[in-house]
């Protein structure tokens, strides 16, 4: 669930989505947002044929990190009334069954890992950028997410211009790659666009103000992914959300170019992700899978007779 969308799927055992939805969010009311995936999530059930207590396994995915000892989910601004105390707990009413919660942008790194260009890659990460700017970490093939949850929050890398703390909850590569930011570059050179989409459009109609504009965001990408790469030397960086994943025909280039000069070794690997806006959904699903099935089989173990 993120500012914009809500997507829901429902899937059996084997994998097989069996019922889904995808609507616009609500999210910019704590209790909204809440009754709207409870009403989707009773939909897809019935649709299914099953009662809420059939479901073995819930796995959510949202921006931020979730605060175990407060119960709140922190460092997501774009969901309003979530960093308050015991909030992620009211999720165990949208269905009844047992829940986990991760980080959105770690479960687009797994769905990557499982369903798209991470398939066979032991060090690669995926690097989100629309709304917001995440980026989920893989290391000898498995997800990393540090000692808080919140390996990959670089959001906060101080790449860009201007104060980091003009923009109270928001980092200040966030600030100045975002689509927001990406418009407030526009703004500032003269440009008049709605949409971040507007400026990439422009760019590839032959607008020279959206070329400087899609410049300004490469180098700022390319600087984060400089960052990135001295620490973990990944061996692929894969861009996704809105923006990573729809404009990468205009940033890859320029991106990898750029990055071939800040690094001392041999860059990353630099592609767009295939899964589009399923990143999320589909990792949810290669996560829950896993989890599901361990947790059907310890089922049936107890329930067998002995002797």
């Known amino acids: 669930?993120?500012?914009?969308?809500?997507?829901?799927?429902?899937?059996?055992?084997?994998?097989?989505?069996?019922?889904?939805?995808?609507?616009?969010?609500?999210?910019?009311?704590?209790?909204?947002?809440?009754?709207?995936?409870?009403?989707?999530?009773?939909?897809?059930?019935t649709e299914a044929g099953l009662a809420p207590g059939d479901i073995t396994l819930t796995v959510f995915g949202t921006p931020g990190i979730h605060d175990k000892e407060t119960g709140a989910l922190r460092?997501?601004?774009?969901?309003?009334?979530?960093?308050?105390?015991?909030?992620?707990?009211?999720?165990?009413?949208?269905?009844?069954?047992?829940?986990?919660?991760?980080?959105?942008?770690?479960?687009?790194?797994?769905?990557?890992?499982?369903?798209?260009?991470?398939?066979?890659?032991?060090?690669?990460?995926?690097?989100?950028?629309?709304?917001g700017i995440g980026m989920g970490v893989v290391i000898d093939g498995k997800l990393y997410r540090g000692s808080q949850g919140a390996a990959?929050?670089?959001?906060?890398?101080?790449?860009?211009?201007?104060?980091?703390?003009?923009?109270?909850?928001?980092?200040?590569?966030?600030?100045?790659a975002s689509a927001d930011g990406v418009v407030a570059t526009a703004e500032r050179l003269g440009m008049a666009a709605s949409t971040a989409k507007d400026v990439f459009d422009a760019a590839r109609a032959g607008s020279e103000t959206a070329k400087r504009v899609v410049a300004a965001e490469a180098d700022h990408v390319a600087h984060a992914l400089a960052g990135v790469t001295?620490?973990?030397?990944?061996?692929?960086?894969?861009?996704?959300?809105?923006?990573?994943?729809?404009?990468?025909?205009?940033?890859?280039?320029?991106v990898s170019e750029r990055l071939g000069?800040?690094?001392?070794?041999?860059?990353?690997?630099?592609?767009a992700s295939t899964l589009?806006?399923?990143?999320?959904?589909?990792?949810?699903?290669?996560?829950?899978?896993?989890?599901a099935r361990d947790l059907v089989f310890e089922r049936a173990v107890a329930m067998t007779p002995l002797g």
Do not use: C, K
């Not at 990959?152 to 100045?176: A, H, K, T």
């Not at 030397?233 to 923006?243: A, K, R, T, Y």
């Not at 000069?261 to 592609?271: G, K, M, Y």
């Not at 589009?276 to 989890?291: C, E, K, N, Q």
């Open 230 to 254: 001295a620490v973990l030397d990944p061996e692929l960086v894969v861009l996704g959300g809105g923006i990573g994943a729809q404009a990468g025909d205009l940033l890859i280039g320029p």
């Open 261 to 271: 000069s800040l690094v001392a070794l041999r860059p990353p690997r630099i592609e």
């Open 1 to 45: 669930m993120g500012r914009a969308y809500v997507r829901l799927a429902l899937a059996d055992l084997v994998g097989e989505i069996v019922a889904r939805r995808d609507e616009p969010s609500r999210a910019g009311s704590y209790d909204a947002v809440l009754d709207q995936l409870s009403g989707i999530a009773a939909e897809l059930t």
């Open 75 to 131: 460092v997501a601004p774009n969901l309003p009334g979530w960093e308050q105390a015991g909030a992620v707990e009211r999720l165990a009413d949208v269905i009844g069954s047992p829940y986990v919660l991760e980080n959105d942008v770690d479960l687009a790194a797994v769905g990557e890992g499982a369903y798209g260009l991470g398939q066979g890659v032991s060090h690669f990460v995926f690097v989100s950028i629309g709304t």
């Open 276 to 291: 589009g806006a399923d990143a999320v959904l589909l990792g949810a699903l290669a996560f829950g899978l896993t989890t």
């Open 152 to 176: 990959g929050e670089i959001s906060y890398m101080p790449v860009g211009e201007g104060d980091p703390l003009i923009n109270p909850g928001r980092g200040m590569f966030e600030s100045v």
